[in-house]
């Protein structure tokens, strides 16, 4: 007679993301122990995805990676959406921490706005991530409570500082998106100067005030736009947004 074997059953995403915790319950089956982890799992899943972007994180490439079967796979995380809060929670954990020391405020959020930045360009595929439960993980937590310690010297109130550091936030994303490669950013820069000229004749009298504000800033930019440009302006603002919340 064949032994009856314990089935698995699903484990909570939360008992996932703090699989790590001395009190996580192990959520395991009887029989030996398995060739893979879950963290060997999102690390890989996080390499596929630095290397070709989310869309080629399957579980199909997850197992052909790890040389398991896809079944295996599912032992270890419930599917995709799960598998993808976990990688953003284990990204969080691995960003660079900045120190603040004895730096006043604005340093300090300038250097958090800094360190999302290089996140997101270094991991682009942060951006395809948008999932309320990350905020549940152990990586994610780490993170924002290192960034809330940046606005503690503006003295806000704990809502207003939550809503400071996401309105930062949200600005290092839509900044980080603006800064992603573009493949005709060489073209746009080597024709800029002919067609800007060209452009001007098509115009004539027209839309002066585009014309106006639009020459001067692409004379000093050297191009249509500057997101560069864009992100030292943004992240003045930004400052100079939060200062006005100061009691």
């Known amino acids: 007679m064949i032994p009856h074997q314990e089935e698995k059953l699903p484990r909570s995403l939360i008992d996932l993301l703090w699989r790590d915790h001395p009190d996580a319950p192990t959520g395991g089956i009887r029989g030996p122990r398995a060739r893979v982890s879950t963290g060997d799992v999102v690390e890989t899943a996080m390499q596929l995805a630095d290397a070709s972007g989310l869309a080629a994180v399957t579980i199909r490439r997850l197992a052909e990676a790890l040389d398991v079967s896809t079944m295996s796979i599912y032992t270890h995380v419930n599917g995709r ?40 360009r270094g991991r682009p595929w942060l951006h395809d991530i948008d999932d309320d439960r990350t905020a549940l993980g152990p990586g994610t937590i780490a993170k924002y409570d290192h960034e809330l310690a940046a606005l503690v010297p503006l003295g806000l109130d704990p809502v207003t500082c939550d809503a400071a550091l996401t309105f930062a936030l949200d600005f290092v994303r839509a900044s980080a998106r603006a800064l992603r490669p573009d493949p005709r950013a060489g073209e746009m820069a080597e024709h800029w100067p002919e067609w ?52």
């Not at 004749?201 to 585009?210: E, H, I, R």
């Open 81 to 120: 959406d799960d598998l993808l809060v976990l990688m953003a929670d284990a990204a969080h954990a691995q960003m660079e921490r900045p120190s603040y020391g004895r730096l006043g405020w604005r340093s300090r959020v300038q250097r958090v706005a800094e360190a999302n930045l290089a996140l997101l």
């Open 196 to 247: 800007s000229g060209r452009l001007g004749a098509y115009l004539g009298d027209d839309f002066p005030l585009a014309q106006t504000v639009g020459a001067a800033a692409g004379e000093a930019m050297g191009a249509a736009s500057s997101p560069l440009h864009a992100w030292d302006f943004g992240l003045a603002r930004v400052l100079d947004a939060l200062a006005a919340l100061r009691p």
